[in-house]
């Protein structure tokens, strides 16, 4: 691959794609000629051994060496394996310190240990292996023994059999395993041994046999220790060696959570630092807004999201196949990815198989969703009254008449009515009810497939999902069923080939198909189809009437209101989207030329092709509509494709089909390759160095648009002094094809120190404490987010003529095409940066039953781009100013996490996680106008930084409103009841210069989680509370105004006798200034939610019931998300980032969901 230069661009030229084909060839050959030498080594000769055999005691002297059989016992603890051999066998052989190294590779590290000592093995089970000299006939390992011992290994947790564990003799060489039920059987050579149980990922565990015959015992899952490996950038790290701000959840945490459709609503509030705002129910686009640390821009604040490596969505990742999360946050984290992880990077690992039984596992759930919160809305009756009481109210203010007030016996025919007839004629319509179904269910089922041998580990699955639609099903006899819906099928295979002892090929391959159901032509800001159901009038007209028609309102403009209408006859789309993602890598250690030596070599290639338009295109085609005048009887009807001239009812035009057509908006392809080179080794006993270096490249072929290219050289440099000390530097050069020559690349580092406390000799006294370590880190990462590729360009647009004559003078047009200035080019315009700091600590005690963190960080984001549509430049200009480097945002605050795990008794396990954040911004520049006020400058205050007019309560009598300041529009309009605006800048008007900054922005400052947990006796269940504060939501439900809807506020509306409301008595007829509503709208958006529980039980693989089904396990689960809210807000929408405007007023509900599901182990 070529190195970096100033003419990094895109491959806009056959011959750049050609050279990009043959860079590609040539990485494939290293490839081919490394993994030539990789074979060599392994069946070719082997290489003199830099260890000292009792034979020969000249190589190497004893001072620098160590016994074998020590680091063998390390191995067996990296590993969690058990070695057999006979006494004196490994007698006089020693070895260099750290001869073995810890990795993810045990094959390799038995090997060497095979080749170097002139020994062979034999495999006994999954974990023990039994060792003897090369040539030697199999020692007699087993003896006889006459004591007999049975029982069976459990998790203590879940109370599932355990497969697979070794249990060994202490002392001696004697041992077994668990079958497939956990079931073991083991002659000892006395009543008096101990026996020792060992199994992956669980604490080791000795029981004396104590003469007797059945010994069961429950298997304790593994608690924190310094060997655990974390996966980060590019790599993982020994737990106790990472200084980075890191949060992660395995296999075992996702298994806690409830069945949610996407991955990222399962994090909410499982991570430290990361932040969910979810504001829909709609199936297939649940996805929450995801922040980590809160925003430290005003641009886009999402987070890098890799899958295995590369980056993907989230939304297509089937939660079953995901092995970890880790979440990366600070500087020395982030650096490593360059400019894409100023926001925060996200690291999702699939499942791998591993040497072992093949294990089959499937799991189905049945949810129920229901609709979560909505806002209260009046029946017809109590909106008349509001109404007819608004009237007499407004008689005061201009415009006013009693012309619109209803008699008693009128609006009792609404509570009241006579008649069948009285019925349609009065409508009293709950849209809600209408509009959505009581519950509505939805599916998930899942297949895992894992297991493997020493040369091929594999991991696949299958998982399909079915979301249903809230909404009720309307007949239109037209031959589809029109609402929502959403459906997913997804197929993964893992594949790590062993090709030798120093050679791994892993293959991953996955596929989504994915079919979203949804109206024609429907977006995001289609509200109509919902809107009904938040501000339609209950009394204006039925949904549908009993002859079929749909009602209307004749005086309406801009389209229907009848939401029930709109989605009956709205036509229906299938969204196609198909994914297909292939990861291949190669990994080769060069131990066999330099010790400590690996390179990898990863290509990956995705395709996505989505597909629109097929279904049925009904928009304007209709049934009839209807209206009766409640007052006069008097029927209207219309069919829709007609809106302007009421006419009896004549049939529509037939509605057209359409076979589909690519989006491709949405359609692409991303091509990524990278080249690693790793090198570890040792100075001494104590001095490990690592090193790591990289090239990587992405390639992005988006529909017809020019594809894009990035490309970033990475290196990460790591020193760890004894396991205490330990320093860390990183940095990336990235370049960017936003920038011109001289900035378009740029280099961006990190460093960090850690020191693990609990390793220092003064601190081996403190037995209870088993972890206590500082780290710290401070780092700059670049940014190149804006809108706009080629920022540095002055772009041209041709088209258009222009007249040849006086203006206003029809005259022959020139013959010359228009040429005009499209975007000025910012020749200067360069890379953004983000300056992180991060100091963090952890702590253990009581051998991990409480463990915590914390962490306190800072962001300081300057240089931001600004494009010029937001910049203060005077329209005399004649044209809109380039984008520059001019915005700056601080961030800062802290994270705390705290974790309880405690047996009580021998069987009952209670377990907590605690997680705070809190992450606070201040815009520190953003190109305000200078002559601005502070107050309604943007710097100086959050990002999204809620604003509003304020006022100091009531008009209480009309003393107080003469008494006013005056507003610049609609000042007559006011009453006894409005709202009291304060003139905040003092300059007798109230307008726009009036409004100031209120309460906080929309993206909380502070998240609080606490889950809490049990196991008990095959029981098991928890429940998860997760809260926000300091956070605003503006959402205007106004009532009345000309349409009879009245929301029920809580509180009531002002009146004589009720001056202590919260809501001002609305208006019916008269007008009334935009600013006379003050705050009111401003809710406080904190809230508490038990965010989701379960309950469960487990059969055991003992259980009459899973040997009567010939399975390992079965468990059976009842559990729910979004279950209680506690929240001032009217609805369950924790922002209106589905949309602005008067789509604020409401989206596609939140759900509530029930999940009923059971999970088997075959």
Known sequence: MSKPNDQFSMSKSMGTQMNDKATIIRILGCLLFIFLAGLSSADGQKTDPIITLNEQDSVQSESSSVQLEDELK???????????????????????????????????????????????????????????????????????????????????????????????????????????????????????DTLVFTFIGYERLEVPIENRNQIDVALQPGTFTGEELVVVGFGTQQRESVIAGISSISERDLARTVQVPNLSMALTGKLPGVVTVSSTGLPGEEDPQIYIRGQSTWQDSSPLILVDGIERPMGSVDMSSVSSVTVLKDASATAVYGVQGANGVILIETKSGYDGQVQISGSFTNTVKVPSKLPGVMDGYETLMLRNQAIEHELGAPNASWGAYHTQDFVDRYQRPQSPEDRIRYANVDWADELFREYTQSYDANLNIRGGSEFVQFFASANYVNEGDLFREFENNRGYQPGFGFQRLNARSNLDFQLSPSTTLSAKIAGSYGVRKRPWGFSGGDYGFWIAAYSASPTQYLPIYPDGSFGFDPDATGGSSNSVQILALSGIERITSTELTTNFELDQDLDMFVPGLNVRAQVAVDNTFVEGNRGVNDLYNSARSRYIDPISGNETFQPLYDTGTPFDFQPGSLWNTDGGSVDNSQTYRRWYYQFQINYDFTLGERNNFTQMGLVNRSENALGSIIPQARENWVFRSTYNYDQRYILEYNGSYNGSERFGEGYRFGFFSSGGVGWNIHR???????????????????????????????????????????????????????????????????????????????????????????????????????????????????????????????????????????????????????????????????????????????????????????????????????????????????????????????????????????????????????????????????????????????????????????????????????????????????????????????????????YLRLKSAQIGYTFDANSNVARGLGISSLNIYLNGHNLLLWTNMPDDRESNFAGGGVTSQGAYPTVRRFNLGVNVNF
Not at 100 to 119: A, I, M, T, Y
Not at 148 to 160: K, M, P, Q, S
Not at 831 to 840: D, M, Q, R
């Open 74 to 192: 390390q191995m067996e603890e990296w590993f969690d394996v058990s070695f057999i051999y006979e006494s004196g066998l490994l007698n006089g052989m020693r070895v260099e310190p750290k001869f073995f190294r810890q990795s993810d590779n045990f094959g390799k590290e038995l090997q060497k240990l095979v080749d170097h000592f002139n020994l062979t093995f034999t495999k006994l089970n999954e974990r023990t292996f039994i060792l003897k000299k090369d040539g030697e006939e199999q020692a007699a390992v087993v003896e006889s023994f006459n004591h007999l011992v049975e029982g069976v290994v459990t998790d203590v947790e879940t109370e599932e059999t355990m497969p697979g564990v070794n249990i060994m003799v202490k002392g001696t060489s004697q041992g077994t395993s668990t079958n497939l039920y956990g079931e073991y059987s083991l002659n000892v050579p006395a009543p008096t």
């Open 760 to 1086: 220092e000799s003064f601190m081996s006294s403190l037995d209870f404490l088993n972890n206590l370590r500082v780290r710290a880190s401070y780092g700059t990462i670049g940014d190149d987010y804006t809108t706009g590729r080629w920022l540095y360009m002055t772009e041209w647009a041709y088209g258009g003529n222009t007249g040849m004559g006086t203006v206003g003078i029809t005259a022959p047009e020139s013959p010359y095409t228009w040429y005009r200035v499209e975007s000025l080019g910012n020749p200067d315009v360069r890379w953004a940066t983000v300056t992180k700091a991060n100091l963090g600590i952890e702590f253990g005690l009581f051998q991990g039953q409480i463990s915590g963190s914390v962490d306190f960080f800072q962001d300081k984001r300057e240089n931001i781009l600004i494009s010029g549509g937001d910049r203060a430049i005077p329209s005399y200009f004649g044209q809109q100013a380039p984008v520059a480097n001019i915005g700056e945002v601080h961030n800062q605050g802290f994270e705390v996490t705290l974790n309880l795990d405690r047996m009580i008794g021998s069987r009952f396990r209670l377990w907590t996680e605690v997680n705070v954040t809190h992450a606070q911004n201040e815009v520190i520049e953003r190109d305000d106008p200078e002559l601005t006020p502070d107050y309604q400058k943007q710097a100086g205050y959050a990002v999204g930084q809620a604003r509003t007019h304020i006022d100091r309560g009531f008009y209480d009598s009309w003393d107080e409103v003469y008494a006013s300041t005056p507003f610049n529009t609609n000042d007559a309009g006011k009453l006894p009841g409005g709202k009291w605006i304060v003139d905040y800048n003092s300059d007798g008007l109230i307008d726009d210069q009036d409004s100031v900054p209120f309460g906080f922005s929309g993206t909380p400052q502070n998240t609080f989680n606490t889950t809490v947990g049990f196991d008990w006796a095959g029981f098991s269940g928890f429940a998860q509370f997760y809260g926000v504060n300091n956070v605003i939501r503006s959402t205007n439900f106004g009532s009345l105004g000309g349409n009879e809807l009245a929301y029920d506020v809580e509180g009531g509306y002002w009146s004589l006798d009720n001056p202590e409301a919260n809501t001002m008595m609305p208006r019916w007829n008269t007008n009334i200034s935009g600013y006379s509503r003050g705050s009111r709208w401003m809710y406080d958006g904190s």
